[in-house]
Structures are given as structure tokens and as C-alpha cells.
């Protein structure tokens, strides 16, 4: 069965340090991927999704930056934290069309102080 | 172009009463629609999903949601609630051709009073 995994669950980090939150997807190939984030008592809010290894769409111009160096493996950084960087961000994935649901991972809740 | 909107932000009802979640949507296309759960610092759940056929789809939890193209709803309800079903519930739809991108809705947040 397909499982996602994303970590860490919880992490603090002071304004302008570096970020890495790390998704990685098992029991299938070729998955689309996706990095949401929940701000709180808001909805979803798209920032990066991709449809291959190497390939990355941004939804929202900001400081993040997504990649994916591995057919099942997608990675959310920045170089600088801001305040505004915090929230919850979830990693999904989806195969087949567009009639297929997203499969979330259980999130990572940020704080940045 | 696809949009959902969810009506009220927060539902609050009886342990025992109905359950209903209101969700429309518009699209240029037929849809796919979708409704998620998600429980305190959890990721999203599937509750159900219409792609064709039955109006009526049945998912987890005793959930169930009724297509009507003709109001562009797809409203979520349950007979009676439980406290277990406190949670956020999210609509979505996929109505682009060729889009690995559904819309969701803002969220309804769904109260459950003893």
C-alpha cells in the first residue's frame, strides 16, 4: 500500500534562518506532488506542486522554493524564514487524472519566532 | 475555471442531529468533486468523491453527498453526528482538463455539542 511520510512534525526556527521540510512518497511511482500550507483559521493555499523529477510549478512568488531530486521524494526550503513563514505545510500526492483524490501526509506545524 | 465556495465557516450541532455541510461549485466542465476531513494537526482525509455515475455517494464515517447539477451543489451530510466528527471538512473540484490541480474550498468547521 502507498504510504507518505513528511517530516518533522513540529519545528521552531528564528526569523532568517534556513528551512528544509522534507516529503517522501512509497508503493508507487511517478507520483505528482504537491507542498500546501494552512495559515491559521485559513484554508489551503497552494504553493509548489510537480509532475516529474526535476519539474516544479510555483503557485505563490515568495521566498520558498520546492524541488524534487527523486522520483518519489519532494523537498520544501528557503534561505531566509520570515514571520509571515508560518503555518501548517502539508505534502500530498496524487496519481492518475484528475478524477484521483490527493493522498496528505500529516503536516509539519511551523513556527517562526 | 473551477471555484468552490463553502457556506459558514463554523456549523455547530447536537451529538445525534443531522450533519449538513454545504458546499457549490462552478466549472465549464463536468466535475469531480471531493470532500476531505481533516482532524486537530492532521493532514487531510478522503470522505468521498463523485466522478460519474450515482449522484448519491456514500464514503466513510456514514457520510454521504448527492451531485446536483442543476443547483452546482454537493453538499455533505450524515443522519446523525457524533463527537468523533468534530473536525474541518474541506469540498474540492477538479474541473480543468488536463489539471492535476483541484480547488478546494475554504473549510467548514464542524462543532459537536453533548
Known amino acids: 500500500s502507498q504510504t507518505i511520510h513528511q517530516w518533522p512534525a513540529t519545528l521552531v526556527q528564528p526569523v532568517g534562518s534556513p528551512l528544509s521540510l522534507e516529503c517522501t512518497v512509497e508503493?508507487?511511482?511517478?507520483?505528482?506532488l504537491y507542498w500546501y500550507r494552512q495559515a491559521a483559521g485559513r484554508g489551503l493555499q497552494l504553493l509548489f506542486y510537480s509532475i516529474g523529477i526535476g519539474q516544479i510549478s510555483s503557485e505563490v512568488p515568495q521566498n520558498l522554493s520546492a524541488s524534487r531530486p527523486q522520483d518519489r521524494q519532494f523537498i520544501l526550503s528557503s534561505k531566509k524564514l520570515l514571520l509571515s513563514d508560518s503555518g501548517f505545510y502539508l505534502c500530498a500526492w496524487m496519481v492518475g487524472g484528475r478524477g484521483s483524490p490527493l493522498h496528505f501526509g500529516n503536516g509539519t506545524r511551523l513556527t517562526v519566532t | 475555471a473551477q471555484s468552490v465556495t463553502q457556506l459558514g465557516s463554523h456549523v455547530s450541532v447536537s451529538e445525534g442531529a443531522l450533519v449538513l455541510l454545504r458546499c457549490n461549485y462552478s466549472s465549464s466542465v463536468p466535475p469531480y468533486l471531493f470532500w476531505y476531513v481533516q482532524y486537530p494537526n492532521q493532514g487531510l482525509q478522503l470522505l468521498l468523491k463523485y466522478t460519474t455515475g450515482a449522484t448519491l455517494v456514500k464514503g466513510i464515517n456514514g457520510f454521504e453527498a448527492e451531485f446536483k447539477k442543476s443547483e452546482t451543489s454537493f453538499h455533505l451530510t450524515k443522519p446523525s453526528a457524533h463527537m468523533s466528527d468534530a473536525a474541518e471538512y474541506f469540498c474540492a473540484v477538479s474541473a480543468t482538463r488536463g489539471s492535476y490541480i483541484p480547488t478546494f474550498g475554504r473549510g467548514t468547521s464542524l462543532i459537536v455539542h453533548p
Open positions: 508503493g508507487t511511482s511517478n507520483p505528482n
